[in-house]
């Protein structure tokens, strides 16, 4: 079975300073990768995606990820974080002959102090 | 697109009572997805629909639990003689659905009804 490692649980950061989440996830074969966030009394929303080609990917906000094939990674970075960036953020994956089923990490929670 | 809703919101309920939740998905959208989330964790995957066939059970879900989609539209997710070991935030996803192999699949989520049982 597939899992997923988010090894940060919490995370706290002054705002401008830069911001990586590691995501490892279990699986040889080929994967989908997806970065979902949470703010304070929302539904979770996605970030950004990986499907295939350039391994950086940018999403919303000003958040990118990489894809390390070798490392089983897909971290999570942004530069600098602002105080709206306080939230969980979740990494996903699924798995391209079973793209029904997502599996998830425990989360990280970021909380950015102004 | 009005996105994913869920009804109720919150369910406080007895041991033993049984509860039902519905799930909106988007219109159109002819995939949608169960999740259970507990405090700490992410969110599990329970079961999913291909529009009204149930396609996959995880084995998280015990007999007490049985989802429907009718109509290939909304969705309920009933648990019967409720445990507290049920309390928890169940959410629901839904996709367009890929008509082929490989397809970029990408879910969208619902805000969830949180669940307690005293």
């Known amino acids: 079975a597939q899992s997923v490692s988010q090894h940060n649980h919490h995370v706290i950061l002054s705002e401008a300073a830069s911001l990586e989440l590691g995501c490892n996830y279990s699986?040889?074969?080929?994967?989908?990768l997806f970065w979902y966030v949470q703010y304070p009394g929302q539904h979770l929303q996605l970030l950004l995606k990986y499907f295939s080609g350039d391994p950086l990917v940018k999403g919303i906000k000003g958040f990118e990820a990489e894809f390390i094939k070798s490392k089983f990674s897909f971290n999570l970075r942004k530069p600098s974080v602002q105080w709206s960036d306080t939230a969980e953020y979740f990494c996903a994956v699924n798995a391209r002959y079973n793209f029904n089923k997502f599996y998830f990490g425990s989360g990280t929670k970021l909380n950015v102090k102004p | 697109d009005t996105g994913v809703s869920q009804d109720p919101r919150h369910k406080i309920t007895k041991r033993g009572q049984n509860v039902t939740f519905r799930c909106d998905p988007i219109?159109?959208?002819?995939?949608l997805y169960w999740y259970r989330q507990t405090l700490g964790q992410g969110p599990e995957f329970l079961t999913y629909?291909?529009?009204?066939?149930?396609l996959e059970k995880s084995r998280l879900l015990s007999d007490r639990f049985s989802a429907e989609r009718p109509k290939g539209s909304f969705s309920t997710l009933e648990i019967q003689r409720t445990e507290q070991g049920d309390s928890a935030m169940y959410l629901c996803?839904?996709?367009?659905?890929?008509w082929g192999q490989g397809v970029q699949e990408t879910q969208y989520f619902g805000p969830g009804t949180r669940l307690l049982v005293l």
């Open positions: 219109s159109e959208h002819n995939r």
């Open positions: 996803a839904s996709s367009p659905g890929p």
């Open positions: 629909f291909q529009n009204e066939a149930q």
């Open positions: 699986y040889g074969g080929t994967v989908n």
